[in-house]
């Protein structure tokens, strides 16, 4: 099982001190964090797409070009890539010359994004947006998929003779998970193309993501990719520690009520209570998080959110070192006793090139036995 953070790269004051971090710091302080995090024994870092303020991640492919060439083993992804907005063709692209640089340490979330004027700021419209994020799909694979590609659609200009360039390291696609926090149609599609389902986990209760869970894992399994509970799944959340529980929420109480999405709403203790965001002792979110595979089943991805609000770099480093010291290491052997026969561990490049090569082997001996 892969552990590791997200960033949405947002720009907010810190409620207590009232300073506000220059873009440039913030840039400066995530790729910071994405070091410390490989440092730590994390797996995984990514960064969301966001084309407005208070976030500065408009080009997440730069931050993981750059991290690439300063990380060994850490796995590159992003917590949202437009498929909306963007031209497929670009998202091919960019991926690919990724998966090159990195040494295939890469694979993307793919998403619509929470943002509706970043519609028309990219020529598109909003009231299409899951038909684009359908249509675009269709295409990035083909491109990926297919050296020369003919192709014609309702919301970009047809290609002919097209080849995309680079072609995916090694012949394989980056692995793609399919993110969304409440539309059902996503998860179809990641379950139609037998890809990831990545659920937030953060804004809405237990009972959504189990239901949304479910529904991807049973079409899965309908469409022909294997067993449900083998399905490919990873869940986002929120943590706030310190070794006492008391000192956690005291001092994440005030970056809650002026958080940019859900401050001035629910309390602390509301929101904790109703949602999987955890404020307190490494404990409680081992134990927290542990309980999550009561409802969504065995799975792959846990990525965890520490760097938003206002929260100064030092605390987050200081997170991060409790992830690492205290928190991973239990929960990486408990899920592995838990987990069932037969569940997949999550994808990577390696294991992926290794699917194909398989697959390949097995299709010669097959032709060479109906031959004889």
Known sequence: MQFGVFTVSDVTPDPTTGRTPTEAQRIQDVLTIAKHAEQV???????????????????????????????????????????TTNDPVKIAEDFAMLQHVAGGRVDLMLGRGNTGPVYPWFGQDIRQGLNLAVENYALLRKLWDTEVVDWEGHFRTPLQGFTSTPRPLDGVAPFVWHGSIRSPEIAEQAAYYGDGFFHNHIFWPASHTKRMVEFYRTRWEHHGHGPAERAIVGLGGQVFMRRNSQDAVREFRPYFDNA?????????????????????????????????????????????LIDHAGLPLKTVLEQLDLLGEEVVPVLRREFAALRAPGVPDAPTHASL?????AAGTEGVATQEKEVA
């Open 353 to 357: 090139v290794a699917a194909r090569d």
């Open 41 to 83: 024994g994390l797996d995984v870092f990514a960064i969301g797409e966001h084309h407005n303020p208070p976030f500065f991640s408009s080009s997440p492919t730069t931050t993981l070009g750059y991290l690439a060439g300063v990380t060994e083993t850490l796995q590159l992804s992003t917590s949202t890539t437009l498929i």
């Open 260 to 304: 940019p999405v859900y401050g001035h709403g629910p309390s602390l203790e509301d929101f904790t209570r109703e949602t999987p965001l955890t404020v307190g002792s490494p404990q409680q979110v081992i134990e927290r998080t542990l309980g999550f595979r009561d409802y969504v089943g065995d799975y792959q991805r846990q990525l965890f």
